[in-house]
T-cell receptor
Framework: GAVVSQHPSWVICKSGTSVKIECRSL??????MFWYRQFPKQSLMLMAT?????????EQGVEKDKFLINHASLTLSTLTVTSAHPEDSSFYIC???????????FGPGTRLTVT | QKEVEQDPGPLSVPEGAIVSLNCTYS??????FMWYRQYSRKGPELLMY????GNKEDGRFTAQVDKSSKYISLFIRDSQPSDSATYLC????????????FGSGTQLTVLP
């Protein structure tokens, strides 16, 4: 299957600072990428859908000013958590959609801890 | 009621057992059905996908979809300790977004 990378794999930051997470599709072009959030022992919650060259579509209840998503190229999408707070601590996972609609390849995830 | 229901487990089986994992759903528009495996602190890995109803087999894994009952299953034969993970079902409807709706995941432990 295709490879999706995320960087960093884990990050600890202080409350009030911003954190940027990168998601890259390494061997295919992804016109659409998705950002998920996962709490311990829970399923993935879709945060937003990111299309290359256009604004992201956010799910209900997700603050677009807090979770800034940029999809500048066919292989890179970034999620910036602005003014992070301890409640933003979570596992953030991106996925990239392949050629076929059913194909979504997930990154390894980024564990964010806000102190 | 959630769109996709999945028994969270945990499920423990002895090595070599046949494992059955199931999901039910309510949205009749779902056409694509996927099973993902997620190891602890890792991203999900696509195991199998099925379009519409039917069976699909890949090695020790068999996926079944019964759209009339809105019920999907994943069978694992000759289960191995390395199969210990959380299994997530996911579904998608036709359309440009093709967003996935996930089940809550079933935690499986295969005991040696």
């Amino acid at each position: 299957g295709a490879v999706v990378s995320q960087h960093p794999s884990w990050v600890i930051c202080k409350s009030g600072t911003s954190v940027k997470i990168e998601c890259r599709s390494l061997d295919f072009q992804a016109t659409t990428m998705f950002w998920y959030r996962q709490f311990p022992k829970q399923s993935l919650m879709l945060m937003a859908t990111s299309n290359e060259g256009s604004k992201a579509t956010y799910e209900q209840g997700v603050e677009k000013d807090k979770f800034l998503i940029n999809h500048a190229s066919l292989t890179l999408s970034t999620l910036t958590v602005t003014s992070a707070h301890p409640e933003d601590s979570s596992f953030y996972i991106c996925s990239a959609r392949g050629v076929f609609a059913y194909e979504q390849y997930f990154g390894p995830g980024t564990r964010l801890t806000v102190t | 009621q959630k769109e996709v229901e999945q028994d969270p487990g945990p499920l423990s089986v002895p090595e070599g057992a046949i494992v059955s994992l199931n999901c039910t759903y309510s949205n009749s528009a779902f056409q694509y059905f996927m099973w993902y495996r997620q190891y602890s602190r890792k991203g999900p890995e696509l195991l199998m996908y099925t379009y519409s109803s039917g069976n699909k087999e890949d090695g020790r894994f068999t996926a079944q979809v019964d759209k009339s009952s809105k019920y999907i299953s994943l069978f694992i034969r000759d289960s191995q300790p390395s199969d210990s993970a959380t299994y997530l079902c996911a579904m998608s409807a036709e359309g440009s977004a093709r967003q996935l709706t996930f089940g809550s995941g079933t935690q499986l432990t295969v005991l040696p």
